[in-house]
C-alpha cells in the first residue's frame, strides 16, 4: 500500500513531465537554455544542494570548431540522499551526483532531462525499488525541473 501511495504521489507531481522509451524524463521549459540553466541552479542552491560543475557542451563544441545547439548539463547533489545509495552499494557513485540537461531542440525548444534514478540505480544489488532516497531523489528532481522550467 506504501508503494502504491508513493506511485500515485509521484505521478501527481510528474504531470508535465514525460518520459521516453529510455526512461529519460523531459520537461519542456518557457526560456532558452542559458537562463534555464540558472535558474535550475538556483532552484539547487535554495534546495541546499550542492553545485559541482556546469558543464557548456555547446560551448565546448564551438572551441572544438563544431557546432551544436545549446546545451548544457548540470551534475549536483546533496549528501544526505547520496551516501545512503554509495552505502548500499558503491557502484551508485556511477550514476551520482545527479545531472539534468538544459537543450534546445531542432525546433528551438528549451527542455530539462534527466535520467529516471529508479531505472539506474535498481539495476544494482543491494538497493530496492522502495529504498527511501530513490523516492527523495525522484521528488526532488521534479520538484527542481518544475522550478527551472517556470511551473
Do not use: C
Not at 77 to 98: E, H
Not at 108 to 117: F, M, S
Amino acid at each position: 500500500m506504501k508503494r502504491v501511495l508513493i506511485g500515485v504521489v509521484l505521478a501527481f507531481m510528474a504531470q508535465g513531465a514525460q518520459a521516453s522509451d529510455d526512461d529519460i524524463m523531459q520537461m519542456q521549459a518557457g526560456g532558452d537554455v542559458p537562463a534555464t540553466m540558472d535558474k535550475l541552479v538556483a532552484a539547487d542552491e535554495d534546495a541546499g544542494a550542492t553545485v559541482f560543475a556546469r558543464v557548456d557542451h555547446s560551448g565546448g563544441a564551438a572551441a572544438a570548431g563544431m557546432e551544436l545547439a545549446p546545451s548544457q548539463l548540470l551534475i549536483f547533489g546533496n549528501p544526505s540522499l547520496g551516501t545512503p545509495a554509495m552505502q548500499d552499494n558503491a557502484l551508485s557513485g556511477l550514476f551520482l551526483p545527479l545531472k539534468v540537461l538544459v537543450y534546445e531542440d531542432a525546433d528551438g525548444r528549451t527542455w530539462l532531462a534527466y535520467e529516471d534514478p529508479e531505472e539506474t540505480l535498481t539495476d544494482l544489488d543491494g538497493i530496492g525499488e522502495n529504498a527511501k532516497y530513490i523516492a527523495q531523489m525522484r521528488m526532488a528532481l521534479i520538484r527542481l525541473t518544475k522550478a527551472a522550467a517556470g511551473r
